[in-house]
């Protein structure tokens, strides 16, 4: 059978897994009275909740005699060492790009990967059933960014398919009015235009690791695209390390694809993308080849952690009255387990202590690992994300970012001026109609706390995206802290109205009424850049004089919701998230009011 092999990759929410839905619908992988869910490919709770692709994923389709693998990358910039490896597999690219939004920051990232492994790309307009769409304005972005990535000129004649993925439509016109339902002249262009592997099935067998999975039964799954021969279940193998030793397996299990089933398979042949389990502790650039006859391929280069954040044990007041998951064995257990699958991720024991240093891509990254984990009953307590220092030539130097920011034209002066303080460079700033797009080269530390700020800012109208772009000297500048005060517990037991009523005075209040808190837990906001100590669980006192003309209501304002990003943006270094399944708790480090005082006048004085 025909091979080809494909990646979709795209700026996040320009629609992959939406169109993968239709590529599957269109290629009859689907009885006609089976049910599928929209977006079928993310398979993750939060996934499907966020909206978001976290995991890369393959799936099969057979169209017109042709077995068409697609593998579904995730699109936000914390996930982008996947993108890239994912192009170690794959012929061929579907570069997905919104009609309306055009080019956007992960859309430059994920491209420059493809054009690096030199990988063939369609290039697919979608949403072309938005308002106000211009889609020769999309077309021109898209071929000037070909440019100036420096394409290679065979690829700068793409072919171009324009398609409605909630819609299902598509057409090999930009005439909107062409459009047909079904995915056909995006699945003809893709036998037609991407090559098929170069493949030897009589050659010894060769398999790069690309991607890792893991379960409980056969513990790490290697994933990768068969370069050459065949590999059979019960195979004697051997793997080529990445520290140049070799180690012999046998091949426990074979998993192959087809539609969104994974399936255990007897055998395989060059071309065809296999999963691998029998060595527990295989690694990602590693080759899996014939027995004591392996041709080790140049190893995959992987992208650093760049922010870090230490997990510890809950030791709140309240540890253990919601979750189940507790002690240091199961959080380290864990821990260790996501590693296996996960080699973004980087977790290190602190010695004599129960807590640990997990480093990874960025704080969306790290905050689904802690996301997950609440959800399966885990309890536990998460620093502030601290940027990786590295030392390079002598000098010490911290991560940047690329950040662009589309924002409605009246925040524009704000935004800027925040950013101006956050040690942002402005590289280009484009004004249109009614919004500006603004384009800045920032430490990564500026952007630690920058997105709650510039929800409120902007209103929650403006939109933001940053990828990594290397790492630079140190700015001296102290940056990622927090400039305003919280309102801190001073007691334990339930928040009263008649407390609330008071404290809120003060400032913005995160609890309501009837919400246990404790000695040391922020409940609210300050108004002013000091924190203040305030008593929320006060009772009114009561005496038997009844009073005619006082109201027994309280009034209260809606509290501030937080959510586990917000909390993770908003806490400072001397600051904890507490996490359980039920809720997070944002906290001092020193609960005790008069202890941490004391702490705070001696940092003061600069005695600490």
Known sequence: MNIRNIAIIAHVDH????????????????????????????????ERERGIT??????????????????????????????????????????????FEGTMPQTRFVLKKALQAHIKPIVVIN?????????????????????????????????????????GTSSLEANVSTQKPGMEPLLDTIIKEIPAPKADINAPLQLQVALLDYNDFVGRIGLGTIKK??????????????????????????????????????????????????????????????FNNVDPLPPIRLDEPTLQMTFG?????????????????????????ETQKDVALKVERIPNKESWVVSGRGELHLSILIENMRREGFELEVSKPQVIIKEIDGERCEPYEDLLIDVPNEYVGDIMMSLGNRNAELVNMDARETVTILQYVIPSRGLLGFMTNFMTLTKGYGIISHTYKEYRPVSGASLGERQIGVLVATETGQATPYAIEHVEERGTMFIEPGVMVYEG??????????????????????????????????VLKTPRKMSLEACLDYINSDE??????????MRKKILNTAERKKYDSHVRRGEI
């Open 521 to 554: 837990m922020i409940i609210g906001e300050n108004r002013y850049d000091i924190d203040l100590a305030v008593n929320c669980v006060l009772k009114k006192n009561l005496t038997n004089v009844r009073s005619a003309t006082k109201d027994n209501t309280v």
């Open 229 to 290: 021969g065949t590999i059979h279940v019960n195979d004697n193998v051997t793997v080529a390390r990445l520290d140049g030793t070799t180690t012999n397996f046998r091949v426990m299990k074979l998993f192959g694809y087809q539609g969104l089933k994974r399936l255990e398979i007897e055998e395989a042949s060059a071309g065809e993308i296999v999963a691998v389990a029998g060595l527990t502790d295989i690694n990602v650039g590693e080759t899996i080849g014939a």
């Open 54 to 99: 976290i995991l890369a994923k393959t799936t099969s389709i057979i169209y017109k005699d042709t077995k068409i693998n697609i593998l579904d990358t995730p699109g936000h910039a914390d996930f982008g060492g996947e993108v890239e490896r994912i192009m170690n597999m794959v012929d061929g690219c579907l570069l997905l790009v919104d009609a």
């Open 576 to 585: 904890l998230v507490e996490i359980t399944p039920s809720t997070y708790r």
């Open 127 to 167: 949403k072309v059933d938005r308002n106000n769409i211009d889609i020769e304005r999309t077309l021109d972005e898209v071929l000037e960014l070909f440019i100036e990535l420096g394409a290679p000129d065979e690829f700068l004649e793409f072919p171009v398919i324009y398609t409605s993925g909630l819609k």
């Open 15 to 46: 629609g992959k897994t939406t169109l993968v839905d239709q590529l599957l619908k269109s290629s009859g992988t689907f009885r006609d009275n089976e049910e599928v869910n929209e977006r079928a490919m993310d398979s993750n709770d939060i």
């Open 313 to 337: 044990t809950n030791s709140s007041p309240l540890s253990g009255q919601d979750g189940k998951l507790l002690t240091a064995r199961k959080i380290e257990e864990r821990l260790f387990r």
